[in-house]
């Protein structure tokens, strides 16, 4: 049975948009993974660009009020910023709460390059932690 894990960030545009689309990739099959936010405030553009640039298209997916999810049972709830960390509400039912925090792309400064390979880095990052982390849960 696929394990579920539920994303948090506060607008659920960026960090959070990313590493439900690497999950749903690199783990297909075995996770099945969603997104939200706190305080959702639409897809970056950036985001879904550097997501593209590894082949993987999150340009259809939807910016969302963790309240879509509320009683929805999951396996995993992790945050990916301090703000949603602080804001997550209680999930029930054996989820695994965590916090993984990572830079906050759209704070980046600089020529469009430099803030393109922030994106970049963070993405690299989501992908890195996250395919340790669900390895190393996953194993029988």
């Given at each position: 049975?696929?394990?579920?894990?539920?994303?948090?960030?506060?607008?659920?545009s960026?960090?959070?948009?990313?590493?439900?689309?690497?999950?749903?990739?690199?783990?297909a099959?075995?996770i099945?993974a969603?997104?939200a936010g706190?305080?959702p405030?639409?897809?970056?553009?950036?985001?879904?660009?550097v997501m593209a640039e590894?082949?993987?298209?999150?340009?259809?997916n939807s910016?969302?009020?963790?309240?879509?999810y509320?009683?929805?049972?999951?396996?995993?709830?992790?945050?990916l910023?301090g703000?949603?960390?602080?804001?997550?509400?209680?999930?029930?039912?054996?989820?695994?709460?965590?916090?993984?925090?990572f830079?906050?792309?759209p704070?980046?400064?600089?020529?469009e390059?430099e803030i393109?390979n922030?994106?970049r880095?963070v993405?690299?990052?989501?992908?890195?932690?996250?395919?340790e982390?669900?390895?190393?849960?996953?194993a029988?």
């Open positions: 049975m696929k394990k579920k894990v539920l994303f948090l960030c506060t607008g659920n960026c960090r959070s948009q990313m590493a439900e689309g690497i999950v749903n990739l690199d783990f099959g075995r099945e969603f997104s706190t305080e405030h639409g897809l970056n553009p950036r985001a879904v660009e590894i082949g993987i298209d999150i340009s259809a910016s969302d009020h963790i309240s879509k509320e009683g929805r049972p999951f396996d995993y709830v992790i945050t910023c703000d949603a960390n602080e804001k997550c509400p209680l999930f029930f039912g054996g989820v695994k709460r965590l916090h993984m925090g830079e906050d792309p704070r980046a400064t600089g020529t390059e393109m922030v994106y880095l993405r690299d990052e989501i992908r890195g932690t996250m395919r982390f669900f390895e190393r849960e996953l029988p």
